[in-house]
């Protein structure tokens, strides 16, 4: 029954739609500046012409790339093309500047290639029962776990607390803005009838991602082609890249399979994201390795668990998105804007009703991880040049295929106009350390929020304790207060130590 949803419907387009999406993914993850989020920021008014099951597997080629490319780049230069990365750098450019980049990158495919199809594996098998747990939700239930996922996500994104909270009512109102759903009256629009209808998913994702991220980089010092070159020290052995059956030996097959677990767990986590996988997973392995003195000096094991981790957190955060409609991470949240786009709304009633577009989905999660791999072989060679690329030259063209994208599907200067604003503002926000993720989410999540709370408590007749009489509904609020105690309080100083 798990593999129910892998349907045929795997061909051979689906299998370009998937190999382009990576290698696009690759490429956005392994320069630094561009991300993975950026690449399906652009994707998105695009997809719009697409068919669904051709837009879902390119994400999530995109999504696997994106999460692989940013370690490549931190192991050969120190500069993590993702946030996913940044405990990757800690041991792989030690390994570098030892002239050990080829053994680096060839553990860390294979630790990504074994995190990725553990989360595939566990994903497929998992995600029909929870579908199924989640069709005895009621209203109220639905209301606190949305609840815990937006107080999670503004206490994970971010290293000031406050800052967190700030980012997410700033997405809470700004999803306020248009019709209200209940009365049928605007909203928050000050008689301004331009945005008395709101402000779409499209022109938040971006001007949040796209245009913020041009101006970040504008105002920003590139570094020069020989700066990069004298991070790199480039030997024969950097161009090895088999991994040696000893070092897997000695790393241990319970260090991919505990890492992998982790990952997926915490991709299932609303709003925890690659990188607080791989944070965890690293200090466990820490923890539990007979050689922790290697740490921190170019430590296999360490490159091991990060990458591994963080590659099994992309399948584990699609599964709060496909059975509840609550995004895992800030990729997650555009893929999300994909399902909208196509008319596909998230929910266990999804996996019965378009079964078919979810099979390939699941499957190219399962695929995709053995592309990593592949390319390492086959283009591995030139990953070298990958830091060397002139991103001033790019972002012209992600500015022009950003606007022309937005206009194509929405049909309005107005949306185009917002989507500037938004951007210099989120630009302007992230200068000062705001997150966006809290920001995308709080979004996102609100309408949902607001739906599911003046819902329940219409069906209660404005009793307020509908939301702790159902055991549900109480467990959430209970691990909601859990999580504020843990990530608020614990978590910080657990870190600092």
Same mark, same amino acid.
């Not at 990576?22 to 320069?31: C, L, M, N, Q, S």
């Given at each position: 029954?798990?593999?129910?949803?892998?349907?045929?419907?795997?061909?051979?387009?689906?299998?370009?739609?998937?190999?382009?999406?990576?290698?696009? @993914?690759?490429? &956005?993850?392994?320069?630094? @500046?561009?991300?993975?989020?950026?690449?399906?920021?652009?994707?998105?008014?695009?997809?719009?012409?697409?068919?669904?099951?051709?837009?879902?597997?390119?994400?999530?080629?995109?999504?696997?790339?994106?999460?692989?490319?940013?370690? *490549?780049?931190?192991?050969?230069?120190?500069?993590?093309?993702?946030?996913?990365?940044?405990?990757?750098?800690?041991?792989?450019?030690?390994?570098? %500047?030892?002239?050990?980049?080829?053994?680096?990158?060839?553990?860390?495919?294979?630790?990504?290639?074994?995190?990725?199809?553990?989360?595939?594996?566990?994903?497929?098998?998992?995600? %029909?029962?929870?579908?199924?747990?989640?069709?005895?939700?009621?209203?109220?239930?639905?209301?606190?776990?949305?609840? =815990?996922?937006?107080?999670?996500?503004?206490?994970?994104?971010?290293?000031?607390?406050?800052?967190?909270?700030?980012?997410? &009512?700033?997405?809470?109102?700004?999803?306020?803005?248009?019709?209200?759903?209940?009365?049928?009256?605007?909203? =928050?629009? &000050?008689? =301004?009838?331009?945005?008395?209808?709101?402000?779409?998913?499209?022109?938040?994702?971006?001007?949040?991602?796209?245009?913020?991220?041009?101006?970040?980089?504008?105002?920003?010092?590139?570094?020069?082609?020989?700066?990069?070159?004298?991070? =790199?020290?480039?030997?024969?052995?950097? !161009?090895?890249?088999?991994?040696?059956?000893?070092?897997?030996?000695?790393?241990?097959?319970?260090? !991919?399979?505990?890492?992998?677990?982790?990952?997926?767990?915490?991709?299932?986590?609303?709003?925890?994201?690659?990188?607080?996988?791989?944070?965890?997973?690293?200090?466990?392995?820490?923890?539990?390795?007979?050689?922790?003195?290697?740490?921190?000096?170019?430590?296999?094991?360490?490159?091991?668990?990060?990458?591994?981790?963080?590659?099994?957190?992309?399948?584990?955060?699609?599964?709060?998105?496909?059975?509840?409609?609550?995004?895992?991470?800030?990729?997650?949240?555009?893929?999300?804007? *994909?399902?909208?786009?196509?008319?596909?709304?998230?929910?266990?009633?999804?996996?019965?009703?378009?079964?078919?577009?979810?099979?390939?989905?699941?499957?190219?999660?399962?695929?995709?991880?053995?592309?990593?791999?592949?390319?390492?072989?086959?283009?591995?060679?030139?990953?070298?040049?990958?830091?060397?690329?002139?991103?001033?030259?790019?972002?012209?063209?992600?500015?022009?295929?950003?606007?022309?994208?937005? !206009?194509?599907?929405?049909?309005?200067?107005?949306?185009?106009?917002?989507?500037?604003?938004?951007?210099?503002?989120?630009?302007?926000?992230?200068?000062?350390?705001?997150?966006?993720?809290? &920001?995308?989410?709080?979004?996102?999540? @609100?309408?949902?929020?607001?739906?599911?709370?003046?819902?329940?408590?219409?069906?209660?007749?404005?009793?307020?304790?509908?939301?702790?009489?159902?055991?549900?509904?109480?467990?959430?609020?209970?691990?909601?207060?859990?999580?504020?105690?843990?990530?608020?309080?614990?978590?910080?100083?657990?870190?600092?130590?």
């Amino acid at each position: 029954m798990a593999f129910e949803y892998l349907s045929s419907y795997f061909d051979s387009w689906l299998i370009l739609y998937l190999t382009a999406g990576y290698f696009i @993914g690759f490429f &956005f993850g392994a320069v630094p @500046g561009l991300t993975s989020t950026l690449a399906i920021s652009l994707l998105l008014p695009i997809t719009f012409g697409m068919e669904a099951i051709n837009a879902l597997v390119t994400c999530v080629g995109i999504f696997i790339g994106g999460i692989y490319g940013g370690g *490549v780049t931190g192991i050969l230069i120190n500069i993590p093309g993702a946030p996913a990365a940044a405990i990757t750098v800690t041991e792989g450019y030690k390994l570098t %500047q030892k002239g050990k980049a080829g053994l680096a990158l060839s553990h860390g495919a294979f630790s990504s290639m074994v995190g990725g199809v553990i989360g595939a594996l566990l994903t497929i098998f998992f995600i %029909q029962l929870i579908s199924e747990l989640s069709l005895g939700f009621m209203t109220p239930d639905k209301f606190s776990l949305i609840l =815990m996922a937006i107080v999670v996500s503004m206490l994970i994104n971010s290293n000031d607390i406050l800052k967190g909270i700030i980012a997410t &009512f700033l997405g809470l109102m700004l999803a306020a803005i248009g019709i209200d759903s209940f009365e049928a009256l605007p909203r =928050m629009s &000050f008689g =301004m009838e331009n945005i008395r209808e709101g402000i779409s998913l499209l022109t938040i994702v971006v001007g949040t991602f796209a245009i913020a991220e041009i101006f970040t980089q504008l105002a920003s010092k590139p570094l020069l082609a020989e700066e990069i070159l004298s991070r =790199m020290n480039i030997t024969k052995d950097s !161009y090895k890249f088999m991994p040696k059956f000893k070092d897997i030996k000695e790393i241990g097959f319970f260090c !991919y399979l505990r890492s992998s677990i982790i990952g997926f767990l915490t991709g299932i986590l609303p709003g925890a994201g690659a990188a607080m996988a791989a944070l965890i997973s690293y200090a466990v392995s820490k923890a539990f390795s007979n050689n922790k003195n290697a740490y921190g000096k170019g430590s296999l094991e360490g490159i091991t668990a990060a990458e591994a981790s963080n590659n099994a957190m992309c399948p584990g955060a699609i599964i709060p998105l496909l059975t509840f409609g609550i995004p895992g991470d800030a990729v997650t949240a555009l893929i999300l804007g *994909v399902f909208n786009l196509h008319g596909l709304i998230p929910g266990p009633m999804l996996m019965i009703e378009h079964s078919d577009k979810l099979g390939p989905m699941l499957l190219a999660f399962l695929f995709t991880p053995f592309l990593i791999v592949i390319s390492l072989f086959a283009f591995g060679r030139y990953y070298i040049k990958i830091p060397l690329v002139n991103r001033q030259l790019l972002y012209p063209f992600i500015a022009f295929t950003a606007m022309i994208g937005l !206009y194509a599907a929405t049909f309005s200067m107005l949306q185009l106009l917002h989507a500037t604003i938004l951007g210099f503002v989120i630009f302007l926000l992230s200068a000062r350390d705001y997150p966006t993720v809290p &920001f995308l989410l709080g979004f996102i999540l @609100g309408p949902l929020l607001e739906k599911t709370f003046r819902t329940s408590m219409s069906l209660a007749k404005g009793d307020i304790t509908t939301f702790v009489r159902s055991p549900y509904s109480l467990l959430f609020l209970v691990l909601t207060v859990v999580m504020i105690y843990f990530l608020g309080f614990r978590l910080p100083k657990i870190l600092k130590k």
